[in-house]
C-alpha cells in the first residue's frame, strides 16, 4: 500500500503563486504515472497534469499550460501554481496511476483564488 499526502494548498489573491507537494510514502515514481486533478465546486473532475512514469515529459491542461510545472524529487511530487485566476479555485489531489497496482489517491488540498 502507498499513501501520497498533499499540502501547499491555502488562499491567494488572484495572479498569485501557490506549489503543491505530494509526498508518497514510499518511492513510486518510474513505476507509475502521477497526476494532478482538480474539482471545483459543482464541476467534474479535471487533469491538471500529467507525469508519465516513462519519464517524458509531463502534460498539462490547455487551461494551465505555460503557468503551472510539475516535477517530482525523490519521495515528493510537485506542482508550483503561477499567476492563479478565480477558476483555479478547487481541491488538488494527486493519483498514482498505471500498471497493474497504481491506483492510489492523496486527501486533497483545499486551493482558495480570490
Known amino acids: 500500500h502507498v499513501q501520497l499526502v498533499e499540502s501547499g494548498g491555502g488562499s491567494v489573491q488572484a495572479g498569485g503563486s501557490l506549489e503543491l507537494s505530494c509526498t508518497t510514502s514510499?518511492?513510486?515514481?518510474?513505476?507509475?504515472?502521477m497526476v494532478w486533478y482538480r474539482q471545483a465546486p459543482g464541476k467534474e473532475r479535471e487533469m491538471v497534469s500529467r507525469m508519465s512514469s516513462s519519464g517524458t515529459p509531463p502534460t498539462y491542461a490547455d487551461s494551465v499550460e505555460g503557468r503551472f510545472t510539475t516535477w517530482e524529487e525523490r519521495n515528493t511530487f510537485f506542482l508550483r501554481m503561477t499567476d492563479l485566476q478565480l477558476e483555479a479555485t478547487a481541491i488538488y489531489s494527486c493519483?498514482?496511476?498505471?500498471?497493474?497496482?497504481?491506483?492510489?489517491w492523496g486527501q486533497g488540498t483545499q486551493v482558495t483564488v480570490s
Open positions: 514510499r518511492y513510486i515514481f518510474g513505476m507509475c504515472g
Open positions: 493519483a498514482a496511476e498505471g500498471g497493474s497496482w497504481c491506483n492510489y
